[in-house]
């Protein structure tokens, strides 16, 4: 995983959702492939960053891993970061001004992938996420694969707040453009989930919870059953904790293509 061969890259723009959630948008170098679900090392040089010059700071490079949230097809890249007080890498990062210079690992990682799957076939697909852990299933949505090759398609996504559910709008936005691309009807529910206050149409539970009660499969009218595929993204815990309650129900992980459940470690 060795980063010295990183490759420039300019941030075009930049989205603040709320106090601690950012998105960015960069230059996406010439012949640099991923899959939707893949995830990036991004490089920040504190010295290269237009907040920081004329300061001190180590000329060195810090990289994290980041998820890509835009199509593996757009022309541009796009991450969802969120602001870690203190933190080496974000606390630079949050400051991102338009023009400023990243650096990519030009090697995608990762096998949250829908190519992952080999059994069952594709039927139904469920993406369960928290906070930044969206932006692969941004991706995914943005993939004509996906609206092609699953009758459904069930995105869960949960915040603290109703200021951090990000990218609502673009969410209803690709679901309607994509499934009109399909040549196949596709059946999209989007649930969000709002764990810290009372919002209209969001419940307010967590993931695991929710599914322990049956009520995420309540509310999207669909079962997670043996022809089920789920995707978790996001808050360590919130992944071991939804493992145990799928498997509870009788699905199983992900290995070597066989299986209902996959997820990403990258914390």
């Keep these: 995983m060795s980063d010295d061969k990183a490759t420039a890259l300019t941030v075009l723009s930049k989205t603040v959702w709320s106090d601690t959630l950012f998105s960015f948008t960069t230059t996406r170098p010439d012949g640099f492939r991923f899959e939707a679900g893949q995830f990036v090392r991004l490089g920040v040089n504190p010295s290269e960053l237009h907040a920081n010059q004329g300061k001190d700071a180590a000329d060195e490079r810090i990289f994290r891993a980041y998820s890509v949230a835009s199509s593996p097809y757009d022309e541009v890249l796009e991450f969802f970061s969120v602001v870690v007080p203190d933190g080496a890498f974000t606390?630079?990062?949050?400051?991102?001004?338009?023009?400023?210079?990243?650096?990519?690992n030009p090697t995608p990682f990762g096998f949250l992938t829908l190519s992952r799957y080999q059994e069952p076939a594709p039927?139904?697909?469920?993406?369960?996420?928290?906070?930044?852990?969206?932006?692969?299933?941004?991706?995914?949505?943005?993939?004509l694969y996906t609206w092609e090759n699953y009758q459904n398609v069930i995105l869960v996504y949960s915040a603290r707040t109703s200021a951090e559910l990000a990218y609502q709008d673009k969410i209803h936005e690709l679901a309607k453009a994509f499934s009109e691309m399909s040549e196949q009807t596709v059946n999209f529910r989007y649930i969000p989930i709002v764990t810290r206050e009372a919002v209209d149409g969001c419940l307010q539970a967590r993931i695991p919870t929710l599914i322990e009660r049956g009520e995420l499969e309540q509310v999207a009218g669909l079962a997670f059953d043996a022809d089920s595929h789920v995707m978790l993204c996001g808050n360590p815990q919130m992944v071991d904790d939804t493992k145990e309650a799928l498997k509870?129900?009788?699905?199983?992980?992900n290995r070597r293509g066989v299986g209902n459940i996959a997820v990403e470690n990258y914390w």
């Design 123 to 143: 039927k139904t697909l469920w993406l369960l996420s928290t906070g930044t852990g969206l932006a692969p299933f941004l991706s995914m949505l943005q993939d």
């Design 91 to 104: 606390s630079q990062l949050q400051h991102l001004q338009v023009g400023d210079t990243l650096w990519l």
């Design 248 to 253: 509870a129900k009788g699905l199983t992980m």
